[in-house]
């Protein structure tokens, strides 16, 4: 698989990572840990070197189960993992004090069975605490050697200069696709000036631009997207026009509505690395299959003439959620 930079940074990575957090969290019941294992060590094997975990997913079991599956190629690869929620649960509301940004690391060491973690994310920003103590913290872990890189997840662009100021971020990581575009406004310019890697998670929409997902899909009782007012029934029908649009261009490519994408989104910039995440083994080779989908100018002039006419209905998250996002 081919590799970028993340921005200016100097971090090397395979240009499709792995979202670790559906193994584990969020999407129905966590996949078995052999299945779960065999997965990610066959994303290694498919020139996946980019993993992505957080200590809230779970919590903590998705981070072990991640230490327990790379160990033994630990050093070809880049682990990302986040700090900012109170115990890893993020219904407790942030906690991004230096005190517990060391706290976490050090734990997530222990689960990751590693000395040290490629990047570090802050998960959410903390509105009660400067984004400055948080930078300056997180560079005393670059300077003791347990963590190399640092970035932020949805942050807004004000934060992230901010951030950026005292210790140079390397990514940040926030959702951007076809069926959630806002990041072109200010974001991915914000990036490009300051030379910051971008990170897209949720790269397929939560599934939904797979076309695997219909209105009348239901979902296990544990699963997240039960809350999000994108995916009630109305919405998912109002923004099947996005999946259709996907179909057309895959029909045309002999690709499928994923790897459009996918590869829609690695044509942005050249320093956008997306993260899709699965628990099944076809649908990873279908990602990865994405890198080698090369769409020209007329078929993203196409998809842009498409798009521009489309209007997403539904949240990405519920109204409580939607309050920590973009700061």
């Given amino acids: 698989m081919k590799q970028r930079i993340l921005g200016k940074s100097g971090l090397q ?29 066959a994303a290694f094997d498919s020139g996946v070197t980019f993993f992505d975990t957080a200590e809230a997913y779970g919590p903590y079991i998705n981070e072990e189960l991640l230490g327990k599956a790379v160990a033994s190629f630990r050093k070809e690869i880049v682990i990302a993992t986040k700090f900012g929620f109170k115990n890893g649960q993020t219904e407790q509301g942030m906690d991004s004090q230096p005190g517990n940004i060391r706290a976490v690391a050090e734990a997530s060491l222990k689960r990751l069975k590693t000395d040290y973690i490629d990047l570090l994310y802050q998960h959410r920003v903390d509105p009660n605490v400067p ?27 004000g934060t992230i200069r901010k951030a950026h100021a005292v210790l140079p971020v390397t990514a940040l990581q926030s959702e951007y696709s076809l069926w959630f575009r806002d990041p072109e406004k200010e974001i991915i310019p914000t990036l490009e000036e300051l030379g910051i890697g971008f990170v897209p998670f949720s790269p397929l929409g939560r599934g939904f631009l797979t076309g695997a997902i219909n209105e009348t899909t239901k979902f296990a009782s544990t699963d997240f997207r039960n809350s999000v007012p994108r995916f009630t029934e109305e919405n998912r029908k109002a923004n099947q026009s996005v999946v259709d649009l996907l179909q057309q261009i895959a029909n045309e490519k002999n690709a499928t509505p994923a790897q459009v994408a996918l590869a829609w989104l690695l044509a942005r910039k050249p320093w956008i690395v997306p993260i899709p995440g699965t628990t099944k083994l076809n649908r990873l080779q279908e990602n990865i299959g994405a890198s080698s989908l090369v769409l020209p100018k007329e078929d993203l002039d196409k998809i842009e003439a498409a798009a521009s006419k489309i209007a997403v209905q539904g949240e990405r998250y519920p109204a409580h959620l939607m309050k920590v996002v973009g700061r």
């Fill in 13 to 41: 990575v395979s240009e499709l990572g792995l979202g670790c957090m559906g193994l584990s969290f969020g999407y129905g019941p966590a996949a078995k840990e052999q299945d779960a294992i065999a997965l990610l060590r």
């Fill in 131 to 157: 984004i400055e103590d948080v930078a300056g913290t997180v560079q005393q872990l670059i300077r003791e050697g347990k963590v190399k890189y640092w970035g932020l997840s949805e942050a807004g662009a």
